[in-house]
T-cell receptor, first 116, second 111 residues
Framework: DGGITQSPKYLFRKEGQNVTLSCEQN?????MYWYRQDPGQGLRLIYY???????QKGDIAEGYSVSREKKESFPLTVTSAQKNPTAFYLC???????????????FGEGSWLTVV | KNEVEQSPQNLTAQEGEFITINCSYS?????LHWLQQHPGGGIVSLFM???GKKKHGRLIATINIQEKHSSLHITASHPRDSAVYIC?????????????FGKGTLLTVNP
């Protein structure tokens, strides 16, 4: 079945270490997104990519990095520069739809990152 | 600042009750999404609206563009409907890729 797969589901990281969260989709979507969710807050956009080899910073990109070498993959690296990395991270994808008012967005199951 | 406000923040209902969750936004939009987040964290898209009304099973979503308001209704609620319901909008004139999310409404349906 088509969908988005995030891994790992749970991850513990020591302070000062980088960690990479995986996001893979087989929906043939051009656009992919990374969001962060904190208790009591709405989802916030970290990075997004509209097409392979291109990505843009979202609202809270500091301390994060991404790559988009393949259409189906959009990994997120949480670097040691991210001051408060403990959070729930969600990956999403959707059609590119430049001239379409809106497109359905698909989410992965999320990854819980805890810094210890 | 473009914001999305949801109400109520928390809602407890008895099985079988009719439920309404509200979403209001501040400026013109091109689309509005209703999402459902289960306790495990995964999010499922329920509806995407740009006008009018959509229905899927016991779920109904409406939007009033002039009033900048949308509602999600659940008829004959069931404990399995317990989840966080999130409203998200895509604002007109901005990036067609950015969604602004509400903080969510935690729904608990008791048997």
């Amino acid at each position: 079945d088509g969908g988005i797969t995030q891994s790992p589901k749970y991850l513990f990281r020591k302070e000062g270490q980088n960690v990479t969260l995986s996001c893979e989709q087989n929906l043939n979507h051009d656009a992919m997104y990374w969001y962060r969710q904190d208790p009591g807050q709405g989802l916030r956009l970290i990075y997004y990519s509209q097409i392979v080899n291109d990505f843009q910073k979202g609202d809270i990109a500091e301390g994060y990095s991404v790559s988009r070498e393949k259409k189906e993959s959009f990994p997120l690296t949480v670097t040691s520069a991210q001051k408060n990395p403990t959070a729930f991270y969600l990956c999403a994808s959707g059609d590119r739809g430049w001239r379409v008012a809106g497109n359905t967005i698909y989410f992965g199951e999320g990854s819980w990152l805890t810094v210890v | 600042k473009n914001e999305v406000e949801q109400s109520p923040q928390n809602l407890t209902a008895q099985e079988g009750e009719f439920i309404t969750i509200n979403c209001s936004y501040s400026v013109g939009i091109s689309a509005l999404h209703w999402l459902q987040q289960h306790p495990g964290g995964g999010i499922v898209s329920l509806f995407m609206l740009s006008s009018g009304k959509k229905k899927h099973g016991r779920l109904i979503a409406t939007i009033n563009i002039q009033e900048k308001h949308s509602s999600l209704h659940i008829t004959a609620s069931h404990p399995r409907d317990s989840a966080v319901y999130i409203c998200a909008v895509r604002y007109s004139g901005g990036s067609n890729y950015k969604l602004t999310f509400g903080k969510g409404t935690l729904l608990t349906v008791n048997p």
